[in-house]
């Protein structure tokens, strides 16, 4: 079995979640004279690739410690909704299962394409990233319980729609273009479609359940779409930790990685190594030739 890249850099220009603290590095001694180089970095929990905690929004829920190891890592399943869902769209189960087969238990990670706009990315755009991506309504939050899965991950800010947050507070020109948008597809503003009775329903209603979710995740995320793989989440042993930063990673066959990399020997790359840009068109063709061989 062979690892590829689920995370996104994390440095001092990664984006933390809006108005959560930043990561912030410095250096407390130096090799000369100290004989070592030491650094301290202070941040927030949710700042680049990394998995909220059931007690983010469930008090009497699990730390980070606290969440097993078969937990974190076991078969899951990556699913391409770029094709479905754009700028404030709602995506739904059946685009997922129209896609892949999501079994029971199983880890499922979104790719809606949106870390092509992550920070690290040529084409980064901050705003579009974190308040502009698509997310789902209370249908999807059902049927993640009724599939017992164990938890999600999403290639962008988070795993709640953002204006089913209070984002939509905070960005009133972005708020009314989603507005203007809901009304043209849905026939309802906004704040009827998503009303204060399912804000932030991801988080409210499934950390309850034990099912939480990995956010901002990318890296070469692009060459397992609408396939299956081992998945692992790898946050700090954190005690009373709501929260964590983490490295996320899926493991192939050999045989299969070796395939993979030629793929991205193929594609533009970012600075940092991870494939990059929205034109790797031949990827996404590939994984809608799967998603349509198995219907």
């Known amino acids: ?107 499922l990670v979104l790719h809606t394409g949106y870390h092509h706009f992550g920070w690290d990315q040529p084409g980064a755009d901050e705003i579009r990233y974190m308040v502009k991506h698509p997310g789902p309504d209370r249908e999807f939050a059902e049927w993640c319980r009724n599939k017992k899965l164990r938890w999600l991950g999403v290639d962008c800010g988070s795993a709640d729609h953002p204006m089913n947050t209070i984002i939509r507070n905070w960005m009133p020109r972005q708020a009314k273009e989603a507005d203007a948008h809901f009304r043209k597809k849905h026939g309802k503003p906004l704040d009827e479609f998503f009303d204060d009775s399912k804000y932030q329903l991801m988080h409210l209603e499934l950390f309850n359940h034990g099912i939480v979710h990995a956010e901002c995740l990318g890296g070469d995320i692009d060459l397992l779409l609408n396939r299956r793989a081992l998945i692992g989440a790898f946050p700090w042993r954190l005690v009373d930790g709501e929260s964590c930063i983490c490295r996320i990673l899926a493991f192939v066959d050999d045989d299969l990685h070796a395939e993979l990399m030629k793929k991205k020997a193929k594609a533009k790359l970012t600075r940092f190594g991870d494939i990059a840009g929205i034109l790797n068109e031949w990827l996404h063709e590939e994984a809608r030739v799967r998603s349509a061989g198995r219907r």
């Open 1 to 107: 079995m062979r690892p590829i890249e689920l995370s996104i850099p994390l440095g001092i220009g990664t984006p933390a979640w809006p108005t959560y603290e930043p990561l912030q590095m410095k250096y407390f001694k130096r090799l000369a004279p100290n004989g070592a180089n030491g650094q301290i970095l202070t941040h927030s929990n949710h700042v680049g690739t990394h998995i909220d905690g059931e007690i983010h929004f469930h008090t009497p829920g699990k730390d980070i410690a606290s969440l097993e190891l078969d937990y974190l890592m076991h078969e899951g399943v990556v699913v391409d909704l770029s094709d479905a869902a754009g700028d404030y769209d709602v995506y739904t189960s059946r685009m997922v299962e129209e896609r892949v087969e999501v079994r029971e238990g199983d880890i």
